[in-house]
């Protein structure tokens, strides 16, 4: 079993920066992925970014609503997670997730919710005008 904790959610006007942590704690593998997704009042949950690893191999990928503003990176000693957040947008508004699962997806697979096995609770990032 995996627990993950995300923190660093908040409210930010735009054009700020946000960074969120996802610690996790449990079995965690040498090899695994860690998304982030997030979900807007109203809309379903979408993919925001995705790390996975094994051994020295990593790969980061976006969606292009992000891309170029998220920057999705870990601290394998603090077993942590980030999300650093800039030029943030009134369209980020949402609750943003931590998911994780032990193995490290083949590519198809990372942007689907469904292929992610651990959850956090969540935490809200709202973007004021």
């Known amino acids: 079993q995996v627990q993950l904790v995300e923190s660093g959610g908040g409210l930010v006007q735009v054009g700020g920066s946000l960074r969120l942590s996802c610690a996790a704690a449990g079995r965690t593998s040498s090899a695994r992925t860690v998304g982030w997704f997030r979900q807007a009042p109203g809309k379903e949950r979408e993919f925001v970014t995705a790390?996975?690893?094994?051994?020295?191999?990593?790969?980061?990928h976006y969606s292009d609503a992000v891309k170029g503003r998220f920057t999705i990176s870990k601290d394998n000693g603090k077993n942590t997670v980030f999300l650093q957040m800039n030029s943030l947008k009134p369209e980020d508004t949402a609750v943003y997730y931590c998911a994780a699962v032990n193995t490290r997806l083949i590519l198809s697979r990372v942007w689907s919710g469904e292929s992610y096995e651990y959850w956090g609770q969540g935490t809200q990032v709202t973007v004021s005008s």
């Open positions: 790390i996975r690893w094994s051994g020295g191999n990593v790969n980061t």
